[in-house]
């Protein structure tokens, strides 16, 4: 099972949907999770950490299931600007964090 | 407004001859580390700082050093830059290490072509 899994995508949604994504991760005992967005050519930029009671921010919501081991973003009322690679951002050892390749969203008119 | 600096931004070298590429922050992270992405790929860690103690991941290339002269800057040198090598560089800095709440800043990073 690879560290950081998450379905590469494209998501292919029209603005005003609701999209969701997955990601799981390998390591029982890890801590910190993230969400990061990077658009094309870019560097990643930090969207949100998730907690363990799940934490929202606008139309932003993440969720962390640490029975499955799976974390989620939620995305609510797309835009045109969310069309970005979502980065998932999990500590697998102790001291760094371990990237997933990311899934893309393609939001359209 | 506190960030994180790549210089340069794009930078093209010859096959063998060594680059080095240059990280500043201003956020006073004790933590700073480099990144090696390439198309369409996670970004791979290549080492990090905390504060001196430099940490090497076990698959990093012997042709990859760093240094980290004091808090504010850290350099990236290839010694003997090869076609592989070719990908965005990315220095990201952390208050703490991974287990911190605060997730890691990322510089613009520097696009790298060996030629």
């Known amino acids: 099972r690879k560290e950081v899994e998450q379905d590469p995508g494209p998501f292919n949604v029209p603005e005003g949907a609701t999209v969701a994504f997955n990601c799981t991760y390998s390591?029982?005992?890890?801590?910190?999770f993230f969400w990061y967005r990077q658009d094309c050519r870019k560097e990643p930029k930090l969207l949100m950490s998730?907690?363990?009671s799940g934490n929202e921010d606008g139309r932003f919501t993440a969720q962390l299931n640490r029975a499955s081991q799976y974390i989620s973003l939620l995305i609510r009322d797309s835009k045109l600007s969310d069309s970005a690679t979502y980065l998932c951002?999990?500590?697998?050892?102790?001291?760094?964090?371990?990237f997933g390749k990311g899934t893309m969203l393609l939001v359209s008119p | 407004d506190a960030m994180v600096i790549q210089n340069p931004r794009y930078q093209v070298t010859q096959f063998g001859k060594p680059v080095t590429l240059s990280c500043s922050q201003t956020?006073?992270?004790?933590?700073m580390y480099w990144y090696q992405q390439k198309s369409s790929q996670a970004p791979k860690l290549l080492f990090h700082?905390?504060?001196?103690?430099?940490?090497n991941e076990a698959d990093t290339p012997d042709n990859f050093q760093s240094r980290r002269p004091n808090t504010s800057f850290c350099f990236l040198d290839i010694r003997s830059p090869g076609l592989g090598d070719a990908a965005m560089y990315l220095c990201?800095?952390?208050?703490?290490?991974?287990?911190?709440?605060?997730?890691?800043?990322f510089g613009p990073g520097t696009r790298l072509t060996v030629t």
């Open positions: 990201a800095t952390s208050e703490g290490l991974a287990g911190a709440r605060g997730g890691q800043y």
């Open positions: 390591n029982s005992a890890s801590q910190s």
């Open positions: 998730v907690y363990s």
């Open positions: 951002v999990v500590n697998i050892g102790y001291s760094t964090l371990t």
């Open positions: 956020l006073n992270h004790n933590v």
């Open positions: 700082y905390y504060d001196k103690d430099f940490n």
